[in-house]
């Protein structure tokens, strides 16, 4: 994440289980008796929550949940003054793009990613970029680079830089599950 920012925050998909049944990266580590700290992998949770008990989940990789995007976007639109400008990167790598993204511009994102660069509202990052209409941007970020939001493709959840307000406000929505992180701890899924 950009060093310019004052606070970050990881939000995070819910785990899937039975009968898609969502659930909380906290009532996991409830049920597994461990802390949830701001580095934990989604991985590792499903594993040992299958192991304990029996029951397979799993976490969406490489997007966000409908849900998540929603209310990231509801929140982060109050904290830029260019809600109608925000720019989304999409990994030009995936296979099933929609037709009509593949001809915008490309450009070459850390770690080496060639990545589609594409233009609307902040509320545009609850479209999906796929013809299953399955995922959606991990990296945004306003005209006026107020804040952004990050992650690789293989990622489990997504990072926002951004004032330490729009932050508290992100923590503070219920819609979102969160994880107050130190700018300059290296987290999982995280390339500079």
């Known amino acids: 994440m950009p060093e310019t920012f004052p606070a970050v925050v990881r939000v995070l998909n819910p785990f899937v289980g039975a009968a898609e049944r969502k659930l909380s990266w906290a009532a996991v580590a409830q049920e597994l008796g461990i802390p ?3 580095a934990a992998v989604g991985d590792h949770l499903c594993q040992d929550y299958e192991a304990k008990t029996g029951e397979k989940i799993n976490v969406d ?35 099933d793009i929609r037709d009509e993204l593949t001809g915008a511009p490309v450009i070459v994102l850390p770690p080496k990613r060639e990545m ?10 609850t479209e999906a970029f796929d013809e ?3 995922r959606r941007s ?5 005209a ?10 293989y990622a489990d959840s997504v990072y926002i830089a951004g004032s330490k307000a729009c ?19 290296i987290h999982p899924g995280i390339y500079a």
Do not use: H, I, M
């Not at 490489?62 to 720019?87: H, I, N, Q």
């Not at 923590?171 to 979102?176: Q, S, T």
């Open 36 to 38: 949830l700290k701001g």
């Open 116 to 125: 589609y660069l594409l233009e609307g509202p902040v509320r545009a990052a």
């Open 61 to 95: 990789f490489g997007t966000l949940d409908y849900k998540v995007a929603s209310s990231l976007a509801d929140v982060l639109s109050r904290y830029t003054t260019t809600p109608d400008k925000c720019f989304f990167a999409v990994w030009a790598g995936y296979s």
């Open 132 to 134: 299953q209409r399955y």
């Open 167 to 185: 932050v508290s406000a992100l923590v503070d929505d219920p819609g979102l599950e969160t994880l107050v992180v130190d700018p300059a701890d």
């Open 144 to 153: 006026d680079r107020s804040w952004c939001v990050g992650n690789d493709l």
């Open 138 to 142: 991990l990296r945004w970020w306003p």
